[in-house]
């Protein structure tokens, strides 16, 4: 079975889905280099405006394949590491895309499927959805995934959730702000599809260096070099294509050509 499939739709939005739902769309070492190609690709492409991260079947993704975890035992250290680097390079390329990409979360999330959530820049689930970082039951921490889950749920939360293993709903992960939005099951496709029909109508420029910004200014202290940063950036993209025609448009009462 084909463990990852993409589809660009009309609108300039490209659908990455996982597609290995007889192992709770696992990721192994395949998985994570398809994705991680993915990424790169549709991140360079200048006809996708944005990207949903989605899977098919009863779970998101469960984290480790288990066959790939019997293979891990026997690796060496200098494996462990080449192969947690695999694992590390996915979450960055899909962290840094530079387009936005939006997570919806069909079914539970686990362990490694909550790093690739929290890489995402938008995260949707079904109301039904459970979470879990269940990496200290195996005797295991989510350490590459870490970065990214505590940016997503906050520290407080990860000192429970990480040493816990606790499952918990989707409820519990939007109010810690894990996930945006959660929805029936039935009407994920359409909550996504507002979040990306939104995406989609603004300048491609502006929404890429938005995400850059945050990724920048968030959490940093604020310093004349970092406002000096800022004045910097809306000066540059005042001055670019995209801004002087978002300008004009609004002041002319019609639509940019974007």
């Given at each position: 079975?084909?463990?990852?499939?993409?589809?660009?739709?009309?609108m300039y939005i490209a659908t990455v889905t996982m597609n290995r739902p007889e192992v709770r769309n696992a990721f192994n070492e395949t998985t994570i280099s398809e994705l991680t190609q993915a990424f790169r690709d549709l991140g360079t492409d200048p006809a996708i405006r944005a990207i949903v991260l989605a899977a098919n079947g009863p779970a998101f993704c469960a984290g480790a394949d288990l066959n790939w975890m019997k293979k891990m035992a026997a690796y060496t250290h200098a494996e462990n590491l080449a192969d947690a680097g695999q694992l590390a390079e996915m979450l960055r390329v899909i962290y840094i895309c530079p387009k936005p990409v939006v997570a919806k979360i069909q079914g539970d999330c686990y362990a490694g499927g909550m790093g690739l959530a929290a890489a995402c820049d938008i995260a949707v689930a079904a109301d039904s959805v459970t979470f879990c970082l269940s990496e200290v039951k195996l005797g295991l921490i989510p350490a590459t995934i870490s970065p990214y889950v505590i940016k997503a749920m906050g520290e407080s939360a990860a000192r429970r959730y990480f040493l816990t293993a606790e499952r918990f709903s989707a409820a519990e992960a939007l109010r810690m702000g894990f996930v945006h939005e959660i929805t029936t099951a039935g009407g994920l496709d359409d909550k996504v599809g507002d979040i990306v029909k939104a995406l989609v109508g603004n300048s491609p420029n502006a929404v890429?260096?938005?995400?850059?910004?945050?990724?920048?200014?968030?959490?940093?202290?604020?310093?004349?070099?970092?406002?000096?940063?800022?004045?910097?950036?809306?000066?540059?993209?005042?001055?670019?294509?995209?801004?002087?025609?978002?300008?004009?448009?609004?002041?002319?009462?019609?639509?940019?050509?974007?």
């Open positions: 079975m084909i463990s990852l499939t993409v589809s660009i739709s009309e890429k260096q938005a995400k850059q910004l945050v990724q920048e200014v968030g959490g940093r202290e604020i310093t004349p070099q970092l406002i000096a940063s800022t004045v910097e950036g809306i000066a540059h993209i005042r001055a670019s294509e995209e801004g002087k025609e978002g300008v004009r448009s609004f002041l002319e009462k019609r639509k940019p050509n974007w």
